[in-house]
């Protein structure tokens, strides 16, 4: 496992003076550091013989290059400054982002956001589902949206289709579910973030709205990306304000798939909240009964507010 002395050696020799320890999660360590006046994160693997989180830390770097040479504006990525992928611990360095992150205190929801930034998370979305999907295939590992996503959904939340849906919703989705699966050909596959999440949006002071951790980029269905902001957009007017001004050219397709997404989503994330325990009851309760509203705007029997 990684030590602090093993961190030091590191910052040591990227040349950079440890500052602190950002974030620790069972496979990274983020470290704030500077580097010739100017501040940089370096993301270290804490255990090397975990292959999967190796493989994640590739992925991010292909994907950080790949986004690094696209050099939009619709879209902010950090700058990848180095890696090493052969040390005792592998790890890259990139640009730090000095702003915040657009979560609430409670955590998952977005916070209040401004109309200039929902319409700054519409182009990001947006943005995404226009990147040639063959620049992104040359990405090792990406994750599969399509219909192999569907099916390990089937398979690993029949508890929470069994317990939040009724029959007459239950066979609903399943309808919806079958007509999805005909018609997500390849063709039709979009690049997909995986976790356009309040805490992996970050807002600089100059305005500029960053999206970090790739680790689950892959190719989807067309509204997974959206739907991840949409359902974290309390208020309902400034959700249908980010849903107003994405640009998607097929919109029977996407609905379709909004429809879907919203479905299976919104019974992940009761499923969270139940299970959530060491969160306050009432913000439990009021987001379970949130998630469960959403099903039923699609499904029937809505609680509108």
């Not at 309808?175 to 949006?201: D, Q, R, W």
Request: contains cysteine; aromatic residues 12%; hydrophobic residues 40%.
């Amino acid at each position: 496992m990684l030590s602090l002395a093993e961190i030091n050696q590191i910052c040591k020799k990227e040349g950079i003076v440890f500052k602190k320890i950002i974030r620790t999660s069972n496979r990274f360590v983020l470290v704030l550091g500077e580097e010739k006046k100017q501040d940089a994160v370096l993301k270290i693997l804490r255990d090397a013989r975990r292959n999967f989180a190796k493989i994640a830390l590739k992925k991010e770097i292909a994907v950080l290059k790949l986004f690094n040479n696209l050099k939009t504006n619709e879209i902010g990525v950090p700058q990848l400054f180095g890696y090493n992928l052969s040390a005792k611990h592998p790890y890259y360095k990139e640009e730090y982002v000095n702003g915040g992150i657009l979560e609430e205190k409670e955590g998952f929801f977005f916070k209040n956001l401004k109309s200039k930034e929902i319409k700054k998370l519409s182009k990001i979305v947006s943005f995404l589902n226009k990147i040639k999907s063959a620049k992104i295939k040359k990405i090792p590992n990406l994750a599969d949206f399509g219909k192999n996503y569907i099916d390990f959904f089937l398979r690993f939340h029949k508890s929470e289709i069994k317990n939040f849906l009724d029959k007459n919703k239950a066979e609903k989705f399943f309808n919806l579910i079958e007509k999805a699966k005909k018609i997500l050909v390849p063709e039709k596959l979009t690049v997909i973030h995986g976790e356009v999440y309040p805490n992996n949006l970050m807002e600089n002071k100059a305005g500029k709205i960053f999206l970090l951790d790739w680790e689950n980029i892959g190719i989807g269905n067309i509204a997974h990306d959206a739907v991840s902001v949409y359902l974290r957009i309390k208020e309902r007017a400034n959700s249908e304000l980010f849903l107003k001004n994405l640009n998607f050219k097929d919109q029977k397709y996407f609905q379709l798939f909004f429809q879907l997404e919203i479905i299976m989503q919104s019974l992940g994330s009761a499923s969270y909240f139940k299970n959530k325990k060491e969160l306050p009851e009432n913000f439990r309760k009021e987001s379970i009964s949130y998630f469960l509203n959403a099903i039923s705007r699609i499904l029937g029997d809505a609680k509108e507010k």
